[in-house]
């Protein structure tokens, strides 16, 4: 199982684009997607800012702005998902 944390926040029109992207690769992969606001945790919202969306995988930022469908798909694959 892979853990992929998706930070957004509201109004997030990028965020809006890159959750369907996400959401498109991985389905039907071994993939727990946690869906976190921000604006809802300060430390996210010092250390992200303005930088949303962003997409971790296993903790570690893999993309932030936009998500490459591609890219993402050969990172899940390369985890194992």
Avoid: N
């Amino acid at each position: 199982m892979v853990e992929l944390t998706f930070l957004t926040r509201a109004g997030c029109h990028l965020c809006e684009t890159a959750k369907a992207t996400v959401a498109e690769v991985v389905s039907g992969r071994d993939v727990t997607v946690t869906e976190i606001d921000i604006d809802t945790d300060e430390e996210l919202t010092g250390r992200y800012g303005w930088d949303v969306p962003v997409v971790l995988l296993e903790g570690r930022q893999h993309s932030f702005h936009r998500v490459d469908r591609d890219r993402l798909s050969r990172a899940l694959e390369a985890l194992g998902a």
